[in-house]
DNA sequence: ATAATGCTTAAGTATAAACTTGACTATTCG
DNA sequence: CGAATAGTCAAGTTTATACTTAAGCATTAT
């Protein structure tokens, strides 16, 4: 049995493909319609929806269908996710040096 | 011809990888061998082996050999990489809203 | 010296991911 | 109204990835 996909999981998964990463740093420009997010790639519209899916899925990206356009934002909390994860990774990496400094202390 | 990759390229693309990124999740707690790496996961030794060779070519992580064992330890500047890139996508998107708050003050 | 450990490499397999084409729906434009 | 635009959906294809097994090579332990 699969473990179940978490946040975590998902982000960076998203961002693991650069083609979705594009997307997400034109978006951080501020928002587009699908085409107009596919019109610089060197892809298909088909597969910059696809690409979509999985980043909203993901939650990093919140989308609206406005008549016949889907209109793209960039939502932050998806970052905060990513953010949280890369500090927490760095702070337990330099705790350890902490301690290590304090047990040095008391010799 | 793909386009040559990028640090941030190879440090999501090693990230998107759910066995990857619990490696350098046991690596901030602390530098391990290859073998103590692969023991609590479900894959063999070899599999490991491979994702290291990906988890070195990234900058996230740094390997050192002495006798036999190999010691992997996380390399903070990795990270620093993938913080940068999320600070930026932040930074953007947030100075839409500064920028828009300008000129609505202007009028 | 032998055995066990720790890793490395090569080769092959299996699965997942990305992408395409083609048909279709809903909107907007002229 | 018809034509163009914007997106959606379903297959099917191709490519990339993750993984395994098996063999081999140092290094360390007995």
Redesign the interface.
């Known amino acids: 049995m699969p ?1 179940p996909r978490t946040d ?2 998902r982000i ?2 998203a ?4 083609t979705r ?1 594009a997307i ?2 034109t978006l ?3 928002p587009q319609s699908v085409s107009s997010l596919a019109a610089p790639l060197a892809v298909t519209l088909a597969a910059v929806v696809q690409h979509m899916q999985i980043l909203e899925e993901s939650g990093l990206v919140q989308t609206e269908k406005v008549g016949r356009t889907r209109t793209c934002r ?1 939502r ?1 909390a998806g ?1 905060t996710v ?2 949280r994860w ?5 702070l ?3 705790r ?1 040096f902490n301690r290590l400094g304090s047990i040095l202390d008391e010799s």
Chains 1, 2 share one sequence.
Do not use: C, I
């Open positions: 473990a975590v999981d960076f998964h961002l693991g493909d650069p990463r997400v740093e951080s420009q501020g960039l932050p970052l990513l953010e890369v500090n927490e990774r760095r337990l990496w330099e350890r």
